[in-house]
């Protein structure tokens, strides 16, 4: 299976700031990859397919980027409705696996 | 618009088996494929299966071969997952998620606890 690494597993940042979240594969992905926001006891809910796509209805502050085994979720202008735990998710092995979380607080 | 209904909190005894449904609303349900997803504290987020609803075709993640079953209800529009042999290890909140056109999980239902004791 396809390992999938997040960083930062805990992150503590302040209304307004830029926060960017990380995702490395154990292999290259080619662009596979989805961000999830997961908030307490809810589901998690999609916000980025094919690595930087928009799924529609997310607010434009959030983005995705990368290519091959990298990957990134950057926030900006964080907002109080953005705390909540992130995940990344590769779909271009039939066994899709997650990355580990990164739960965002607020400072 | 698109909702997917799971049934509620289980409490089961170790050994036993339990059967998880997903009733989806708002598109045609043999369209999309549906997924199954275990999350725990421990483990996070795992993929266990996923079902073609038109066909009744499956592809299970190896892991949960033989602990997991996958079916469907067209007439209900209703995907169905049964644990088997269960063990405290499988105590979890489960969550049905349909497949869009590009392999991504674009809907999840609400999740469904199941908690293994005795």
């Known amino acids: 299976d396809i390992r999938m690494t997040q960083s930062p597993a805990s992150l503590s940042a302040s209304l307004g700031e830029t926060v960017n979240i990380e995702c490395l594969a154990s292999?290259?992905?080619?662009?596979?990859l989805a961000w999830y926001q997961q908030k307490p006891g809810k589901s998690p809910q999609l916000l980025i397919y094919?690595?930087?796509s928009l799924q529609n209805g997310v607010p434009s502050r959030f983005s995705g980027s990368g290519s091959g085994t990298q990957y990134s979720l950057k926030i900006n202008s964080l907002q109080s409705e953005d705390v909540a735990t992130y995940f990344c998710?590769?779909?271009?092995?039939?066994?899709?696996?997650f990355g580990g979380g990164t739960k965002l607080e607020l400072k | 618009q698109v909702q997917l209904q799971q049934s509620g909190a289980e409490l089961v005894k170790p050994g036993t088996s339990v059967k998880l449904s997903c009733k989806a609303s708002?598109?045609?349900?043999?369209?999309?494929?549906m997924n199954w997803i275990k999350q725990t504290t421990g483990q996070g987020l795992e993929w266990i299966g996923i079902?073609?609803?038109?066909?009744?075709?499956?592809t299970y993640n190896v892991k949960f071969k033989g602990k997991a079953t996958l079916t469907v209800d067209k007439s209900s529009s209703t995907a169905f997952m049964q644990l088997s042999s269960l063990t405290p290890e499988d105590s979890a909140v489960y969550y049905c998620?349909?497949?869009?056109?590009?392999?991504?999980?674009?809907?999840w239902g609400q999740g469904a606890s199941v908690t293994v004791s005795s």
């Open positions: 998620a349909r497949r869009d056109g590009g392999y991504v999980m674009d809907a």
């Open positions: 708002g598109y045609t349900f043999t369209s999309n494929h």
């Open positions: 079902i073609n609803p038109g066909s009744g075709g499956t």
């Open positions: 292999e290259d992905i080619y662009s596979d």
């Open positions: 094919n690595a930087n």
């Open positions: 998710q590769q779909y271009n092995n039939y066994v899709n696996t």
